[in-house]
């Protein structure tokens, strides 16, 4: 038994420590936005924050998650998430929308640390996350649009 | 049975010796072809009044659509959506003809009805999305449908109120009489979907479009894309549901001998281990479990009929075949041996294309539950519903209609989803017979399991010849493409005639250059390798080939690439004005700053034309960037504009990262590769700016998922000669250098 707390919800799951938070989160405690990509941190559809810092949660084993706090895409919150979130809609970013929760925590990441971040920086800050659709030009320029946003 | 069957849903298609884009223009100039007429209309199977899952009451008006009481819109597509917008193009049509409230329109995925839901394009006898055909099956169908609903709810306007139905308005989803009188569409659904269907619908002129060609319009699911709300079919959660996880051969071809799950079955969670014609399915009460369940369980092969090559002598083989005559002719214009025997100067290239993997981001997956009543349900990405109803039928004895889809969205298919065999749709019917029904079970294959399974785009070699007279025209060309057949072996090969299987010729026995004399051969390889479309298929190889090649030709016949292009096309063709309007828009003829280098290429697929020119930098140690790509596109009415920008921006995104870095390869019949840390498809850091130009045009909609994606390897490859003068011919590109 482990205690998991996400999007601010003690969670009670009966699995062993070595399970990796993003099955306790979609199989266990039944949160389905944060998605499988490829099971080894190369992909980036399953982050998450923890303690407010992104990771990848099929990489992230429930025993070694204690007292963190985990947000997910339902738990997101904030003027820099909602920003993103809004800015992410209104230039229509997402094709198939797979991947998106996980670019959504990353470029939310990204804004919070660095308010006016350059196109290096956000291919740097983005390159873990992965779409296949290759919708990275509306990333990028959401990013910029969400900075331009978030700054007025 | 089923082959035989599907055969001859195909045949009719065949019979007619029509190409692809033949057949549908010729389906689009018949007025709606095969099953789009108006009296589809009233063939309604759809359940004619059901509650929605949020309790609203929803009325059916045509197979297309319902309405409910809150007045909010169901469209029902025929069309599978996997991101490419095809939801979003039919709610489109609906909604203009409807006059509805753009955000009352939601879309949900049909299956079931295949004289409504046929594909014009495939002939009309059998649902499916491919071809980038979602708005040639749809424009009349789904406008018809808005328009015939949107005279219904007039028409049970105008009874209530007792006034005339030509004196009432719709605008936005509202009705309205000057008397001052007004309604919202759920006012009158019930009554309206009771009414006659009308005799005749007239559609709107174009100038009175709000929404069709509407580049302002967005999405109507991006929202729940932004919040983790949108539910796709790993996200099917049914009471009692379980997991099964699946151990496919190692080799393709390779069956079970024997297996030992003994210490799968004690690991915490494992509910079962089980043997399917597919290969053992470990199943648990959830994925980790299923998971951890695998890694124990010992299984021995039987190799004996298993593909055991490796690529250096598959690749060996294709290109010895590549130098001899071509066993099938899929193109003969003059004669081309003449046409080398007099030509100034002849070239010869060889390229050479490796297996891609469609590695969409959801890992395939499906769900099967068996219901008291006998009956069986499905969700899944079901790209090919009529084909998956009938597998799965079969399995557990039952006939098509007693097996209920439900066609979820998916994260990405680029054709992987469209399978004939059923693949991961009948293996989780297969699982859940081998438990006896007892639970709905969802199989999900892991990321290596999906990048195992096969059903690649398929390993080919092409050998080029040209002839240049004095003047450096072209006048003979050959191309000798060899590889796999896609349809070969399936219910599509009655779709192969005189040995050409279409899918692997198409953009290379359609070139639109004058050319007096070619020759496109193939030669079709048996290997044990199951094949499939990949986003825009053959042109993913033959546009590549001859793209980079008639750059080569233009150099050496000292003209400039798009010169020497427009002057083998007639100058009002398609691809002649999409290459002028690149040129334009990228300043062609303007020089580069230092290290920028340009190419060009243009490519026409699935009904539309594209041109594209890239621009790529060179560093200090030889690596190149593709800065920016201009692309010109004409894919007849663009009804959602900037969803035709967002597919070629996603298009050359999703080509660009085949050439630069996408591979998949086999040592000793196994695939190498297994997940994103060696396949590598783009990344953010590698994608160039993207602009898109949109030729206006009044020509009915052609597709667009795929066209963006066949230019953007030559385009690069063109612009990576520039920069490092190496012709580039084996992909992945880098492998050009080592060659």
Redesign the interface.
């Known amino acids: 038994m482990v205690t998991l707390t996400i999007n601010g919800s003690e969670h009670k799951v009966e699995a062993e420590p070595d399970m990796p938070l993003l099955w306790a989160i979609r199989d266990l405690v039944g949160l389905t936005g944060t998605k499988f990509g490829c099971g080894m941190a190369q992909c980036g559809a399953c982050t998450v924050l923890l303690d407010g810092a992104p990771v990848r949660s099929c990489q992230t084993f429930i025993g070694d998650v204690g007292n963190a706090k985990v947000t997910t895409i339902e738990g997101l919150s904030g003027k820099v998430a909602e920003t993103v979130q809004t800015v992410w809609a209104d230039l229509d970013v997402p094709q198939c929308g797979y991947c998106q929760s996980g670019q959504i925590i990353s470029a939310t990441d990204l804004l919070t640390n660095n308010p006016r971040p350059t196109d290096d920086d956000i291919d740097a800050a983005m390159t873990g996350n992965l779409c296949r659709c290759a919708t990275y030009h509306r990333i990028r320029a959401g990013i910029h649009e969400a900075a331009k946003r978030l700054e007025a | 049975m089923i082959p035989k069957l599907m055969q001859s849903l195909v045949l009719p298609v065949a019979n007619a010796k029509a190409s692809r884009r033949q057949f549908m223009l010729g389906a689009l100039a018949a007025g709606g072809g095969v099953a789009v007429g108006y009296h589809i209309l009233a063939s309604s199977t759809a359940a004619a009044s059901e509650t929605a899952a949020d309790g609203n009451k929803a009325v059916a008006f045509t197979p297309y659509l319902t309405i409910d009481n809150t007045g909010k819109v169901m469209v029902l597509s025929s069309q599978f959506e996997?991101?490419?917008?095809s939801y979003n193009g039919l709610a489109t049509l609906v909604a203009e003809e409807l006059d509805a409230d753009w955000s009352s329109i939601d879309v949900q995925g049909v299956a079931g009805n295949v004289k409504a839901y046929g594909n014009v394009a495939f002939g009309g006898a059998i649902q499916g999305t491919g071809g980038s055909t979602s708005m040639v099956t749809s424009w009349e169908r789904y406008r018809k449908a808005g328009a015939a609903a949107r005279a219904m709810l007039v028409a049970a306007a105008a009874s209530e109120w007792g006034v005339q139905p030509a004196e009432i308005t719709v605008e936005n989803g509202v009705l309205a009489h000057p008397s001052g009188k007004t309604a919202g569409f759920g006012a009158f659904a019930a009554k309206a979907a009771a009414m006659p269907l009308p005799v005749d619908v007239k559609l709107k002129q174009p100038a009175d479009w709000k929404l069709i060609g509407n580049a302002k319009l967005?999405?109507f699911?991006?929202?729940?894309?932004?919040?983790?709300?949108?539910?796709?079919t790993?996200?099917v959660?049914l009471p009692g549901m379980l997991?099964a996880v699946m151990i496919h051969p190692p080799m393709f071809g390779a069956k079970v001998k024997s297996f030992d799950a003994a210490a799968a079955r004690s690991v915490?969670g494992v509910v079962d281990v089980v043997e399917t014609p597919r290969g053992i399915a470990v199943v648990g009460e959830?994925?980790?479990a299923a998971i951890k369940g695998r890694e124990a369980v010992k299984v021995v092969w039987d190799d004996t009929d298993a593909e055991k090559r490796s690529t250096p002598e598959l690749m060996a083989m294709y290109k010895d075949l590549a130098g001899k005559a071509p066993v099938a002719i899929a193109r003969k214009d003059g004669d081309v041996d003449a046409g080398f025997a007099a030509a100034a100067k002849v070239i010869e290239a060889t390229f050479e294309f490796p297996y891609l993997a469609h590695?969409?981001?959801?890992?395939l997956n499906a769900v099967a539950r068996r219901n008291e009543d006998g009956t069986l349900e499905i969700w899944g990405g079901h790209q090919f519903p009529d084909v998956y109803q009938m597998l799965a039928g079969q399995i557990v004895g039952i006939t098509p209609d007693k097996v209920q889809l439900h066609v979820m969205?998916?994260?990405?298919s680029?054709g992987r989803r469209a399978v004939f065999d059923g693949d991961v749709v009948v293996e989780s019917v297969y699982v859940a017979k081998a438990i006896g029904f007892r639970a709905p079970v969802k199989v999900?294959w892991?990321?290596e399991d999906d990048m195992r399974a096969g059903r690649y785009r398929p390993s080919y070699v092409h050998t080029l010849k040209a002839g240049i007279d004095g003047d450096g025209k072209l006048v003979a060309w050959s191309d000798h493409i060899v590889g796999q057949s896609i349809m070969a072996k399936t219910a599509f090969d009655g779709m192969i005639q005189n040995g050409v299987d279409p899918t692997s010729v198409e953009g290379a026995n359609n070139l639109p250059y004058a050319i007096p004399n070619q020759t496109v051969g193939l030669t079709s390889t048996d290997v044990g390798v199951p094949v499939l479309w990949w986003r825009s298929v053959g042109s993913t190889h033959t546009a590549f080939a001859a793209e980079t090649f008639i750059d080569e030709i233009a150099e050496a016949a000292g003209r400039d690439p798009i010169e020497y292009r427009l002057s083998m096309l007639d100058p009002q063709s398609r691809h002649a004005v999409v290459l002028k309007l690149a040129a334009e828009k990228a300043e062609w003829t303007k020089p580069l700053p230092k290290g920028r280098f340009r190419g060009v290429s243009v490519a026409e697929s699935f009904g539309s034309v594209v041109a594209q020119i890239a621009e790529v930098s060179t560093d200090d140690s030889g690596g190149i960037k593709v800065e920016r790509v201009v692309a010109a596109v004409d894919c007849g009415l663009a009804v959602n504009p900037?969803?035709v920008r967002?597919q070629v921006?996603?298009?050359?995104?999703?080509g660009?990262?085949a050439i630069l870095g996408e591979e998949i390869t086999l040592t000793s019949g196994k695939v190498d590769q297994g997940?994103?840390?060696v396949y590598t498809?783009?990344?953010?850091?590698a994608?160039p700016?993207?602009e898109v130009h949109i030729l206006a045009s009044a020509n009915p909609p052609s597709g667009i998922g795929e066209p963006g994606v066949p230019p953007i390897g030559p385009a690069v490859a063109n612009a990576v000669y520039k920069a490092l003068g190496k012709r580039i011919r084996t992909m992945p590109l880098a492998k050009s250098f080592n060659a």
Do not use: C
Not at chain 2, 82 to 85: A, H, K
């Open positions: 996997m991101g490419q917008g967005k999405r699911d991006s929202t729940r894309k932004t919040n983790g709300t949108e539910q796709y790993i996200d959660n997991t915490k959830h994925m980790w590695s969409a981001m959801e890992p969205k998916t994260g990405g680029f999900q892991t990321r900037d969803q967002a921006e996603g298009g050359i995104g999703f660009l990262g997940n994103f840390d498809p783009l990344r953010i850091d994608m700016v993207v």
